[in-house]
Structures are given as C-alpha cells and as structure tokens.
C-alpha cells in the first residue's frame, strides 16, 4: 500500500484507531495507538515522537526524543483488536533531529543487510525460513525475591499429571520425548494450532506449509512459514509470535518461545533455512556436495567460521544455553551434513529443484530478535563467499554416537550466553561492513546482555544449589 491507499483502507474498513508497532533491541514488539485523524499522509514522512529512553537498549534520558515512522506497506487490520476498529502498522524508527534512521532499530539494521548483499553484486534477494518452536501452557508462575525464588509450569499434556485427579482424568499425556506427531486425543492442541494458521493466513497473508505437535510434553508446538525475504521473514516473524501468544490467551492457556522452559525434556529451537537468489534465479543449486553450489558450500563456511559470534544474536538468552547441550536434538556441533539432524547445519535433501536448494541453520532458538539474528547470519554467510571460506569435510555420521576420540576434534556452540558474548566482542567485523552493524549497536548489546542478563543470574541462588550444597 501507499499512503494514499492506506487511508482509503482505512476508510473503508470504518478504522477508529491505528496501532504503531515497532521491535525494541532485545527482541520484544512495544507499541503505541492515536487515534485516526491523527494519520494523514504526511505522517508517513514526519512520524509520531515518543520517548526512547523508556526502550530497552536505546536513547539515555537527556536525548530521549525520537520519531516512529509507520511502513505503509505493512498496513493490516489487527485480528485482535476488535472492539475498536484498528489498524496496525510496523514502524522504522528515526531521530527527530537529523531526520537519519536510527543505528539501534532492529529493522533498519535487517534493511541495511539486504542493501549490502545487492550492493555485492552477488545477488539481490536473501530468502530466510524460520522454524519457530513454542510451548502452549496451562499455567506458569514465577517469583525471585531476596528469600525465595521458583517457577512452576503445568499442561493437561504434561506427562507429570498422568496420576491427578481431573475429574475425570483421561489418561491422554505426551511422554517426554514423545510428543512428535501423535494423533488427536493425544494431541489436545491441533484445533488451537490450526486457529493460529488460520489468522496468520487469513489476517496476515502469511503462507504457511505445515503445523505439528513438537517433540518435548506438555504442548511443544511448531507452526512452518514459508521462506520470504529477509525483512519481510522478520516482520513475519513478529505477526507470528503475535498470533500464537494472542490465540493461547483467547483459549485460557498461555505460549512462550523460551528455548528451555522443561528440565530434561527438548527445548524449542528455530532452524532458519537461507538461500540467495540473483534475477529470480536461485544461486545456491549446483554439482557439489548435497548438490550445493560453490557459492553455498563458502556461506556455509562463512556460518560455521562466525558461529560463536553469531550465537550471542541467534541463542540470545541465559536459557539458550541450557537448550544447547548434548543429547536433545540441540546442533551444538559446528559441522555440516545432509539430512543429518545432530549437525549444526543440515543440507534438506526433500527436492532435487534448484528452487529448493537452501542451507538449513539450526543453532537459533526463538526467543532471538529476528531483525537481528538474520542479518548476522545473512553478513557471516556472505563473509564466507567474499572470502571463499572452506566450510572443510562434511560429517555423515550421527554425532551423538561418535566415540570421545572422534568427538574431540569437532567444534561446539558456546557453552553460556557470557561466552558468546566474549566471541562476538572479538569478531564482529563482519557484521560492520556496508554498516550494518554499527560498533554503537554491537557495544549496547553485549552490555546490556552482560548487565541485565548474564550477571543478573549470576548473582541469584539457584534452587537446585541448595539441593547441593545446603548441608555442606
């Protein structure tokens, strides 16, 4: 849409007010609404002010002022607010007084790595697919105070309460590791996974090619996305955990992207499948290995190089790590393979189309800032062709079952959020190239993780510690 259409749109669908959505740094949708008249087509060029000190990881307080630019393009009715007619609109961000967008709006950063790869000259579209695992859950509880700290997480799925009194109890529970593609009565789930297709599609016009219980108990889910640009894949990425969260609550029951939220069980993960293409062409089908391209096999070295980097953007939380260990379907393994689900990167060998040729990463989990977390993988990946990086010899073997010996030489994902940091503090050139990354952005984001994550869970006692060490 344009402007002008926009409120024609608008007009005609008999909108009351518009809500302006835009993505802080760590990864969270905020969100402000005005009225109708307040939108004239000159709001497209001026914007609405609002204070950017109160956003995660941007302005201090004494240059809080700052502009929110609705994208017309991106211009929906909101399935969700009802009530008042509304009209929601992602937004770019941009300061008031130079008029220049902003270093630290997750989006232009996704727009600035999609001019870099047409300014390259090796293609012009990036293609980006992610998988985002969820959990849907009945009722979750948490508290941390200077004497105590807990959470507690049920689901009528959980394979905890196969002994409680539900008055009746049916007996139907996912068993750990058991909850991939069962048939309803034990998928209990499906008909609210097939509302959130159906408002995504519907609502969004975002296509979708599959939905599915996930692996884990107590209501893992997976809803597929086809693969679309990058900008537009993280936009869609935003309307997505939108739906799920928003279809859950209408259903009494609440959905979390958190990798990890059930102990001994499999957490969610989100492997991102990447192709270029060049004229409409794909450029990532070709006579080497999994019928790769040369091209592909050097952005494949290209992620595997920067992955330790890339982990402090794509498993951006203290709980990323406690998805990537061994022996839960996690990729820690930085090596790459066909069909092969224990490597960090898999070849999809489904179809012999050129079209279908892509590489599949599957170190992110969900809970990273998709603006973000594409463009890094998209910057290591054209890193590795500007440089033909060598992603070295496939490994076509289950690596969970290799003998310590075979093991030692293979490199892993960072074992914590702090040690992905470190790794990103010491590569990140490759991220600032055509400026996207800006070193402002780079440093705001390992502090701020260092700060408000990282030592704030150092510092607290841990429940489990005291089941160590109480009576030492």
Known sequence: MTPKSVLEFAKEKGVKMVDLKFMDLPGTWQHFSVPIQQLEESSFEEGFGFDGSSIRGWQPIHASDMLVIPDASTAQMDPFLTFVPT?????NIFDPITKEAYSRDPRFVAQKAEAYLKSTGIG????????????????????????SGYYYIDSVEGWWNTGREEG?????????????????????????????????????????????HEVATAGQAEIDMK?????????????????????????????????KPIFQDNGSGMHTHQSIWKDGKPLFAGDKYGGLSEMAMHYIGGLLKHAPALCALTNPTTNSYKRLVPGYEAPINLVYSTSNRSASIRIPMYSASPKAKRVEYRTPDPACNGYLAFAAQLMAGLDGIENRIDPGEPLDKNIYGLSP????????????????????????DFLLKGDVFTPDLIDMWISYKRENEVDAINMRPHPHEFALYFDI
């Open 87 to 91: 009209l929601s609109m992602i937004c």
């Open 168 to 212: 009746p109890n049916l007996g139907y529970k996912a068993k750990h590791g058991g909850g991939y593609f069962p048939a309803p009565p034990n998928d209990s789930q499906t008909d609210i996974r097939m509302e959130m297709v159906q408002i995504l599609q519907d609502a969004y016009g975002i296509e979708i090619e599959a939905e599915h």
């Open 124 to 147: 012009d579209t990036a293609f980006f697919g992610p998988e985002a695992e969820f959990f849907i859950f009945d009722d979750v509880r948490f508290d941390q105070n200077a004497q």
């Open 405 to 428: 010996e075979e093991k030692a030489g293979i490199p892993s994902t960072p074992g914590s959020l702090a040690e992905a940091l470190d790794h990103l503090e010491k590569d990140h």
């Open 227 to 259: 693969y679309t640009s990058l900008v537009q894949c993280a936009d869609h990425l935003m309307r997505f955990k939108y739906v799920v969260k928003n279809v859950a609550r209408k259903h009494g029951k609440t959905a979390t992207f958190m990798p």
